[in-house]
């Protein structure tokens, strides 16, 4: 399974963007990219995927680089309940099989 | 919709106990899965169906773990006999295959505690 390189932590201030970065050198031609993220005493909830071209959704925006070697979660405006952390998942076309790293831990403050 | 539901919530028991835990998933979807997650180990897959088939039990820890879906709305994850490094939270999650198979729905997971 090609695997993925996120931050520990990172820190935000309520309503400014965040960036949320993920290094996948290995990724291949057919993996997704996905993101999911854990609030405190909840399960993880999906939060946006995508293949080679950016994606917006009504969550968060995803940057994928052109080679695909490394992708940017985007949160445009933080708010407290953002705070959780967040996992950068790589998941092959033909598996339905999701591989959780240790994530990124995002803090933010008021 | 309700969601993924899981159940206990809780549950604490003696080393050497079974236990059984239970998941609905949502209704309609065809793909589930259970994880269990560790502060030392993380997030991690034991198994997953879809139709109601084990596709990938590889990550299932040893032969005391045993993962059943019997129809489609109901799964069991038993461990048989317990131990304590087995205290966990444990969830299931469903997705719907096909075209928005991308999104795995969490259910609010199971707390196990061993003693």
């Known amino acids: 399974d090609a695997k993925t390189t996120q931050p520990n932590s990172m820190e935000s201030n309520e309503e400014e963007p965040v960036h949320l970065p993920c290094n996948h050198s290995t990724i291949s031609g057919t993996d997704y990219i996905h993101w999911y993220r854990q609030l405190p005493s909840q399960g993880p909830e999906y939060v946006i995927h995508g293949l080679t071209s950016n994606v917006n959704n009504r969550m968060a925006s995803l940057a994928i680089a052109e080679d695909r070697k490394s992708s940017t979660l985007i949160l445009h405006r933080a708010t407290l309940r953002d705070a959780a952390v967040y996992y950068c998942i790589l998941r092959g076309a033909n598996t339905d099989k999701l591989i959780f790293g240790t994530g990124t831990r995002l803090q933010v403050f008021p | 919709d309700a969601g993924v539901i899981q159940s206990p919530r809780h549950e604490v028991t003696e080393m050497g106990q079974e236990v059984t835990l239970r998941c609905k998933p949502i209704?309609?979807?065809?793909?589930l899965f259970w994880y269990r997650q560790t502060m030392m180990r993380g997030l991690e897959l034991l198994i997953y169906f879809n139709n109601n088939v084990p596709i990938d039990d590889s990550g299932m820890p040893e032969d005391r773990f045993s993962a059943k879906m019997p129809n489609a709305s109901f799964s069991t994850l038993k461990i048989q006999p317990s131990e304590p490094r087995d205290s966990a939270v444990y969830f299931c999650?469903?997705?719907?295959?096909?075209?928005?198979?991308?999104?795995?729905?969490f259910g609010p997971g199971t707390r196990l505690t061993v003693l």
């Open positions: 209704s309609g979807h065809n793909s």
């Open positions: 999650a469903s997705s719907r295959r096909g075209l928005t198979a991308h999104e795995q729905f």
